[in-house]
């Protein structure tokens, strides 16, 4: 059931993807967060090429990650993406990793990006991108 505010990407694990016990490998959780993120900042309008192309540059500054079951080579799964908050020079991202076929819950992560200048010194996230990025309450616990 799709929620207001909150994207959604499907990704199927591949093979490269996972270890010899065809278990994915912790590592991809966030490589599908970045995904899962950059598809809902697109979906509304404030795609990454054009933040960079203005100046505007959101490099993560802190991740967090918590396991909660095991995908595993070819499930196909659901990462859900939302804004838990923002302020003027920082977005957190909250994710819930869910596989497709039965929702059961995988992982959940949070990652905080910080608004950098060309120069890569603090600056601010323009108000435009901050009335489009709203933040909303957290569908599932982290």
């Given at each position: 059931m799709k929620i207001e505010g909150i994207g959604e990407t499907t990704i199927r694990v591949r093979y490269a993807e996972t270890d010899q016990m065809g278990i994915a490998h912790h590592s991809n959780y966030l490589i599908w967060c970045e995904l899962a993120r950059t598809d809902y900042m697109r979906e509304r309008g404030v795609g990454y090429r054009d933040l960079?192309?203005?100046?505007?540059?959101?490099?993560?500054?802190?991740?967090?990650?918590?396991?909660?079951?095991?995908?595993?080579?070819?499930?196909?799964?659901?990462?859900?993406?939302?804004?838990?908050?923002?302020?003027?020079?920082?977005?957190?991202?909250?994710?819930?990793?869910?596989?497709?076929?039965?929702s059961r819950l995988l992982a959940t992560a949070q990652t905080s990006l910080m608004a950098l200048g060309p120069d890569q010194q603090r600056t601010t996230i323009p108000e435009s991108v901050r009335e489009t990025l709203v933040a909303i309450p957290d569908p599932v616990r982290l």
């Open positions: 960079e192309e203005g100046g505007l540059l959101l490099p993560v500054v802190d991740a967090r990650l918590r396991y909660r079951s095991v995908a595993k080579f070819d499930d196909l799964l659901t990462v859900k993406c939302w804004v838990r908050e923002i302020g003027s020079r920082r977005v957190i991202f909250g994710y819930a990793v869910e596989r497709a076929t039965d």
